[in-house]
């Protein structure tokens, strides 16, 4: 079979790549993926039931049946004190529908799209799919805060739309008022839309979170958000998007050639889960706040790792450089002894091979335990990396001494036990 160009150019996740290796193992500590063990609330369950039994199980309107577009317009407007209708909103099949959708509203082949990171590898392949160019933005302050301008060194004629994602998934950072400010700032001086993932838009626990909507003007912004992460709905595939009307009734036309439509069973459960948002999204935030303090504490004083706990998600973005292992190679050699799975920094950009990210989406005790096993690991494969790098100095100074006083000296190996 000849496949297209295009295909070609599309990768595999590393999270994906990493469950699937660790599926080999019958009792790996699975920190890899962003799907939590708790399950979907029972009311949430129980109006799919009701669903079911009542026969509503036909397509539904492509943009997402009424009285569900009508729910988060009702629940947007209060949570970013707005006037959102349900002629702003299209339910889709996840969020990760709805920003492919909205990538191919927008970009036409050589258009350029500007990803603040780090993000994950999604996000640059839907650009990719439309034969446009991502641009990582990986520079940052302090706390994961991006620079900005850097942002504005990388904006040229081709430059269409900046994607920002707060909270952050893997860091758990969340953009402070004055820096969406000056985003939204920096896209209206050049004329750019703005794309604002905000998928963990509840999870939040030490910092409020503030939408970028609040100071950009909706013409040239799109929202998205999903069930999935505040509802432990990943299963059920529905999230929607904010925009215009007239962007709206253009995405449900892309979405009827792609999709249909969002299932419909899930669209009824989805409508219970925002009717009645803080009965459910409350005893969640909770819980994962609460495995938050479990796998830090779990963590602390772990030889070669480094960590800010973060303010919001269910993540920790760790810092392995001090381990002298790529974030590949520690998860590759992690899980082979220890079966512990987590996904490399690599997965979210270029330049985050020196981390690796963990989720607390795990029960306390399994958490424990990956902690326990993550620390029998550490303490061999630092003092591995502090002797590797002590070789590799001593090596190097008798190269350099040696060259001075012998011709053939140069092909002494400087290589370091890893190496050999």
């Known amino acids: ?10 990768r595999g996740t590393l999270g994906r790549k990493f469950l699937a290796l660790a599926q080999q193992y019958d009792d790996v500590v699975d920190f890899s993926l962003g799907d939590p063990d708790i399950p979907t609330p029972d009311g949430i369950c129980e109006a799919a039931y009701k669903c079911i039994r009542e026969h509503r199980t036909r397509y539904t309107a492509s943009a997402g049946i009424l009285q569900l577009r009508e729910a988060i317009a009702t629940y947007e407007s209060q949570k970013a004190g707005m006037d959102i209708k349900a002629e702003n909103v299209a339910v889709t099949v996840g969020a990760t529908e709805a920003i492919h959708l909205a990538f191919r ?29 991502p641009v990582m933005a990986e520079t940052f302050t302090e706390g994961f805060l991006p620079d900005l301008a850097y942002v504005r060194s990388l904006i040229n004629h081709r430059t269409r739309i900046i994607v920002i994602n707060s909270p952050n998934n893997p860091t758990g950072t969340v953009y402070p008022v004055e820096l969406l400010k000056e985003i939204a700032n920096l896209a209206e ?21 503030h939408s970028i909507s609040a100071f950009y003007p909706a013409e040239h912004l799109i929202v998205f958000n999903s069930f999935s992460k505040a509802f432990c709905m990943t299963g059920w595939r529905v999230g929607y998007v904010i925009g215009e009307p007239h ?10 050639n792609v999709a249909v439509c969002a299932s419909g069973i899930s669209q009824w459960a989805a409508l219970e889960a925002v009717t009645h948002a803080e009965n459910y999204v409350t005893p969640i935030r909770n819980t994962f706040l609460a495995r938050r303090k479990t796998l830090v504490d779990a963590l602390e004083g772990i030889p070669g790792i480094r960590y800010h706990i973060p303010d919001a998600a269910f993540y920790l973005f760790t810092d392995i450089s001090a381990t002298g292992l790529d974030s590949r190679s520690f998860c590759f050699s992690l899980l082979e002894k220890e079966h512990v799975s987590l996904t490399p920094g690599l997965a979210f950009g270029d330049s985050f091979d020196g981390y690796v990210r963990l989720a607390f989406t795990l029960e306390d005790d399994v958490s424990r335990e990956g902690a326990r096993r993550i620390r029998h690991f550490n303490g061999k494969s630092v003092k591995f990396s502090a002797c590797a790098m002590v070789w590799r100095k001593v090596t190097v100074s008798l190269h350099q001494k040696l060259k001075r006083t012998v011709p053939c000296a140069t092909q002494i190996s400087t290589s370091t036990p890893s190496e050999t």
């Open 105 to 133: 509203m927008l970009l036409n082949p050589g258009d350029e799209v500007i990803i603040i990171g780090p993000t994950w590898s999604q996000c640059p392949n839907n650009v990719l799919l439309c034969g446009a160019k």
């Open 1 to 10: 079979m000849i496949l297209s160009d295009l295909s070609w150019n599309i």
């Open 247 to 256: 962007f709206i009734k253009r995405l449900a036309k892309m979405q009827e």
């Open 189 to 209: 001086e050049k004329g750019l839309y703005v794309f604002s993932d905000e998928v963990y838009s509840t999870l939040v626990y030490d910092k409020p979170f």
